[in-house]
T-cell receptor
C-alpha cells in the first residue's frame, strides 16, 4: 500500500505544453520532497517543501505544499524534452522525520 | 566531494549466492539510508543509520539482509542466499540530519539481477 498516491501515472505531452502532477495522502508530513529520476539512475532532488501552503519556484517548475501538509503538486510550464523522466514525491513522517515514504511516481514524456 | 557513490553499479548473480553492495555517502553527512526500487514503483525504505547506529529497519528487510556502517562513514548491504524476488535497484541516500526535517541525496544505485 502506497502512503502517497501520485497522479497521473503516465503523461505524454508535446513540447511547450503545461502540466501538473499531483501527490496526495491522508497522512500529514513534516516535509515533502520532489525528485526526478532517469532510467538506471538514482533520484535527483528538485525541492523540499516544509511549511503548509508553501510555494517554491525553480525556473519553469512550481511546487506547492498543501495547507494541511497532506498533499503537493508540481506544475511545469512550457515543458521541454529535457523534462522527460520519472517524477517522485516523498513525504517525511510527522513523528519520525527520518523515515520517507515515496509515491510510485509519474512518468513524463515530452515529445519534441 | 561529488556526491553519494555506490559500487557496483550492476550485479548479476545466481540464485542462492551472497552479494554485498557498498555505499559511500557525502562526507559530512551523518545519516545514511538504504532503499529498494522495483520496476514501476517508487523507492521503498529498507533501513537507516545515524552515524554508526542502525536506528530503524523495515519489515521488508528479511533475515537474509544485513546492513552495516561500522565507522559511521561508508555502509554495506549484504543479501544472503539471493532469490529471484531480490532483483531490484538498491539505492543509498545520505543526509545531514538536523532540526525537524531532513533532505536526502541519492546515489546512482546498484542494479541487482538474480538469475
Amino acid at each position: 500500500t502506497q502512503l502517497l498516491e501520485q497522479s497521473p501515472q503516465f503523461l505524454s505531452i508535446q513540447e511547450g505544453e503545461n502540466l501538473t502532477v499531483y501527490c496526495n495522502s491522508s497522512s500529514v508530513f513534516s516535509s515533502l520532497q520532489w525528485y526526478r529520476q532517469e532510467p538506471g539512475e538514482g533520484p535527483v532532488l528538485l525541492v523540499t517543501v516544509v511549511t503548509g501552503g508553501e510555494v517554491k519556484k525553480l525556473k519553469r517548475l512550481t511546487f506547492q505544499f498543501g495547507d494541511a501538509r497532506k498533499d503537493s503538486s508540481l506544475h511545469i510550464t512550457a515543458a521541454q524534452p529535457g523534462d522527460t523522466g520519472l517524477y517522485l514525491c516523498a513525504g517525511a513522517g510527522q513523528s519520525n522525520f527520518n523515515k520517507f515514504y515515496f509515491g510510485s511516481g509519474t512518468k513524463l514524456n515530452v515529445k519534441p | 566531494d561529488t556526491g553519494v557513490s555506490q559500487d557496483p553499479r550492476h550485479k548479476i548473480t545466481k540464485r542462492g549466492q551472497n552479494v554485498t553492495f557498498r555505499c559511500d555517502p557525502i562526507s559530512e553527512h551523518n545519516r545514511l539510508y538504504w532503499y529498494r526500487q522495483t520496476l514501476g514503483q517508487g523507492p521503498e525504505f529498507l533501513t537507516y543509520f545515524q552515524n554508526e547506529a542502525q536506528l530503524e529497519k523495515s519489515r521488508l528487510l528479511s533475515d537474509r539482509f544485513s546492513a552495516e556502517r561500522p565507522k559511521g562513514s561508508f555502509s554495506t548491504l549484504e543479501i544472503q542466499r539471493t532469490e529471484q524476488g531480490d532483483s531490484a535497484m538498491y539505492l543509498c541516500a545520505s543526509s545531514w540530519g538536523t532540526g525537524s526535517f531532513d533532505t536526502q541525496y541519492f546515489g546512482p544505485g546498484t542494479r541487482l539481477t538474480v538469475l
